[in-house]
Nanobody, 118 residues
Framework: QAPLVESGGGWVQPGGSLRLSCTASGTPLEYFSIGWFRQAPGKEEERVACLVKGYNTTSAADSVKGRFTVSRDNARNTVYLQIDNLEPGDTGVYLC???????????WGEGTQVTVSS
């Protein structure tokens, strides 16, 4: 089993919202920065957001600024990616990872599919 597990993906119409979850068993996520990555068909993997450990600040790709929000619930050992005003270009597999926003990720999940279409 992968160290991290994503959930919450699915099919949604343009303009809709989804909340993705990233959880782990045995790995306290509060000790790591958490990144969300997107693998879109025919495109390179892209980091869409990264929640910096200890600072509660998020860096986001220009294409998702204002629409993607990352938060964490340490009691549930879960990190969330709230995606609003979804666009067809947001379609892809979303993966979470734990590590460093600056130096790279250490633990990965296997991803959850998000499909945006009418």
């Amino acid at each position: 089993q992968a160290p991290l597990v994503e959930s919450g993906g699915g099919w949604v119409q343009p303009g809709g919202s989804l909340r993705l979850s990233c959880t782990a068993s045995g790995t306290p996520l509060e000790y790591f920065s958490i990144g969300w990555f997107r693998q879109a068909p025919g495109k390179e993997e892209e980091r869409v957001a990264c929640l910096v450990k200890g600072y509660n600040t998020t860096s986001a790709a220009d294409s998702v600024k204002g629409r993607f929000t990352v938060s964490r619930d340490n009691a549930r050992n879960t990190v969330y990616l709230q995606i609003d005003n979804l666009e067809p270009g947001d379609t892809g597999v979303y993966l979470c990872a734990a590590g460093s926003c600056q130096y790279g990720m250490r633990y990965w999940g296997e991803g959850t599919q998000v499909t945006v279409s009418s």
